[in-house]
């Protein structure tokens, strides 16, 4: 039996290629601000970004959560959906770490529109409520099953934000996801946005990292919260050459795990007691079963076939696809799909 691992984009292994140029990396003392290959990594991926400057953090959690932090005072509030992954997923930090609130909007799929900003503001001369300083947005989406931003729909939220002097911050854990399917350009994204966090842990396949794009200032006050977090590495270059083979090898491909994804929509579709599919619209599926199934119980059935996915929610389940996903395992996946029609 063959075990498919649908739980995440998380769980590749590096290349050989990737290991390769992690074991010729030239190293230094990050800390010190003495290693090549973190400067060139930190380079690059803010060129890409069209920003002047970047920070390497060991998670998008971290580099999430210093822009929260940079771009605001305690008591400020900050709009995002509310399937935001820095709402659901980081531990409560936006008020541990950032002592701000969270004012959360129900977005299409977890996208915010101009409206949803502009209806979410506090009036700033009113004492009772937190002053609104940010705008978070995530891209691509996550718990709203890999949805997408166009540039056209992340620039009406824009200027939306900043005619209110609002900053804006891209959740880019799968950027790139986006990137390839809309075929707009990094740096265009990134005009629109004060600060983007990009993960290379996730589709783009190398082992750790996450980077956080903005101004020299931005990036500036980044380092010293990194610090605090306990995020300052010292030989991380190892690590940083994984993320700039990533960058250079392994973002067209994502194409691949948007077509493999969509072979597993359609797959499960023929299930009869699955009653809905969240559009398959990049390397994320989302499905929703019948109430009488819990997603508990369909991942365990699915675990005896040999493929593992992730419960999200009582009665969703996600699959991720991945640069570890080859075209045999779709077809595995499709022959487990047809024993388990009638598991429920
Ligand atoms: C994975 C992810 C992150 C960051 O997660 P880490 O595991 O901390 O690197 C941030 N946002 C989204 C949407 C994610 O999927």
Partial sequence: MMTVDFRSDTVTKPTPGMLEAMMTAEVGDDVFNEDPTIKKLEAKIAVMFGKEAAIYCPSGTMTNQIALRIHTQPQDEVICDKRSHIYLYEGGGIASNSHISARLVDGDRGRLSPEHILENINNPDDIHLPLTTL??????????????????????????????????HLDGARIFNALVETGDRPEDVGELFDTVSACFSKGL???????????HEHIKKAKRVRKVFGGGMRQAGFLAAACIYALDNHVERLKIDHQKAKALGGLIETIPYVTGLLPVDTNIVIFELDKKVLATDMVAKLKEAGILAVPFGKHEVRLVTHLDIKDDMIDYFGQAVGKLKSAF
């Fill in 135 to 168: 705008v978070s947005l995530e891209n691509t989406m996550n718990k709203g099953g890999g949805a997408y931003y166009t540039l056209a729909q992340i620039k009406a939220v824009s200027d939306a934000a900043r005619s209110n002097s609002l900053k804006m």
């Fill in 205 to 215: 396949g190398a082992p750790v990292g996450s980077a956080l794009v903005g101004s």
